[in-house]
T-cell receptor, first 113, second 110 residues
Framework: NAGVTQTPKFRILKIGQSMTLQCTQDMNHNYMYWYRQDPGMGLKLIYYSVGAGITDKGEVPNGYNVSRSTTEDFPLRLELAAPSQTSVYFC????????????FGPGTRLTVL | TQLLEQSPQFLSIQEGENLTVYCNSSSVFSSLQWYRQEPGEGPVLLVTVVTGGEVKKLKRLTFQFGDARKDSSLHITAAQPGDTGLYLCAVLTGGFKTIFGAGTRLFVKA
């Protein structure tokens, strides 16, 4: 099993550009999450999904959109990139039972100039 | 104000030393988790503690959940360079959402 995979690993965007961060999991997990990690700030939840077709906002959703058309994929869309979106983005998945251990991808480092 | 306060923010020690890091809150939790994140990778779950006063050991790492279930500590005995990383505490909130602390960044020098 590959676990949670994310592409790309690195990306530089200009202000106002758009992009999609890809996330795929092969563990048949119902729950999927997007986080951003800023230096010294821990992980902040952007959006999450409890199953195909169901998404909800987390702590910091502004400037982002998500969709969940399949169990495996949970892409994160950035529209009109801003310097404040410079961060490392992590996708995670879980079964959504018991204590909800989350499995994380390797992250995407995004810089907006 | 952060729900979870972790201290210290940064710790640099020599190989072989012992250390303790803390995760504190004013809220009561039904469980608390510790994750470790190595440079360039995503966090990996180390342990979940669920009972007030509970102590769990994972090789040289000892985790304790406070009696009132508001705080937790992680003690590392005889730290090794492989222990270097960011240690995050986390709690479940409603709807299987997880809130993370800002973390303690540990550097163990050989």
């Amino acid at each position: 099993n590959a676990g949670v995979t994310q592409t790309p690993k690195f990306r530089i965007l200009k202000i106002g550009q758009s992009m999609t961060l890809q996330c795929t999991q092969d563990m048949n997990h119902n729950y999927m999450y997007w986080y951003r990690q800023d230096p010294g700030m821990g992980l902040k939840l952007i959006y999450y999904s409890v199953g195909a077709g169901i998404t909800d906002k987390g702590e910091v959703p502004n400037g982002y959109n998500v969709s969940r058309s399949t169990t495996e994929d949970f892409p994160l869309r950035l529209e009109l990139a801003a310097p404040s979106q410079t961060s490392v983005y992590f996708c995670a998945s879980s079964y959504g039972v018991a204590y909800n251990e989350q499995f994380f991808g390797p992250g995407t480092r995004l810089t907006v100039l | 104000t952060q729900l979870l306060e972790q201290s210290p923010q940064f710790l640099s020690i020599q190989e072989g030393e012992n250390l303790t890091v803390y995760c504190n809150s004013s809220s009561v939790f039904s469980s608390l988790q510790w994750y470790r994140q190595e440079p360039g990778e995503g966090p990996v779950l180390l342990v979940t503690v669920v009972t007030g006063g509970e102590v769990k050991k994972l090789k040289r790492l000892t985790f304790q959940f406070g009696d009132a279930r508001k705080d937790s500590s992680l003690h590392i005995t005889a730290a090794q360079p492989g222990d270097t990383g960011l240690y995050l505490c986390a709690v479940l909130t409603g709807g299987f959402k997880t809130i993370f602390g800002a973390g303690t960044r540990l550097f163990v020098k050989a």
